[in-house]
């Protein structure tokens, strides 16, 4: 079945770059994507790449897509204390009907 | 604009009881979806409904029932709550299954 892993924990200092890494199991899938959640609040899309492209830039976001190694990165340059959140990395089930979401990677960004 | 609101914020139950957690946007949205979210287990799928009249099973439907009641509302039942239910429970909506809204969550603690 379907299953995306990501590390739980990343710590970076004001910035920095952080790097939040996902690797996930369904190769059909079309999409990729990265929500982002702050703390008491529900998810929000933060962006996404189609599986035919290696990158994706929006703005200090880039999201970096090896197809072969079904690994996903999401690289957030000049890193703010603004940033610190929970980002999960997400596909689509099999029958395309509903998200499945990684366990989360925890940013703390610190001054 | 309210998006997805989801009631109560905040709810305590003792083992046994029931109770329903409410739902409702007002995107116009066909899917809508339940997930509840653990520390260190991300966000797992109890129920989704591809469109007014239909639900499906998730990951983790057991313990837990879903009303479509009409386009805008969503609701999920638990009919005898167990401590093993602990969770913060979202519900979300989309007009296509990858780009969800979800709401704030609510707190549910089960003693």
């Known amino acids: 079945g379907e299953d995306v892993e990501q590390s739980l924990f990343l710590s970076v200092r004001e910035g920095d770059s952080s790097v939040i890494n996902c690797t996930y199991t369904?190769?059909?899938?079309?999409?990729l994507y990265w929500y982002k959640q702050e703390p008491g609040a529900g998810l929000q899309l933060l962006t996404y790449?189609?599986?035919?492209?290696d990158m994706k830039q929006d703005q200090r976001l880039t999201v970096l897509l090896n197809k072969k190694d079904k690994h996903l990165s999401l690289r957030i340059a000049d890193t703010q204390t603004g940033d610190s959140a929970i980002y999960f990395c997400?596909?689509?089930?099999?029958?395309?009907?509903?998200?499945?979401f990684g366990k989360g990677t925890t940013l703390s960004v610190s001054s | 604009n309210a998006g997805v609101t989801q009631t109560p914020k905040f709810q305590v139950l003792k083992t046994g009881q029931s109770m329903t957690l409410q739902c409702a946007q007002d995107?116009?949205?066909?899917?809508m979806y339940w997930y509840r979210q653990d520390p260190g287990m991300g966000l797992r799928l109890i129920y989704y409904?591809?469109?007014?009249?239909?639900?499906d099973k998730g990951e983790v439907p057991n313990g837990y029932n879903v009303s479509r009641l009409n386009k805008r509302e969503f609701s999920l039942r638990l009919e005898s709550a167990a401590p093993s239910q602990t969770s913060v429970y979202f519900c979300?909506?989309?007009?296509?299954?990858?780009?969800?809204?979800f709401g704030q969550g609510t707190r549910l603690t089960v003693v």
């Open positions: 979300a909506s989309s007009k296509r299954p990858d780009e969800a809204f």
């Open positions: 369904d190769s059909s899938s079309t999409y």
């Open positions: 790449i189609f599986s035919n492209m």
């Open positions: 997400a596909e689509l089930n099999q029958a395309g009907t509903a998200l499945i």
């Open positions: 995107m116009n949205h066909n899917s």
């Open positions: 409904s591809a469109s007014e009249g239909t639900t």
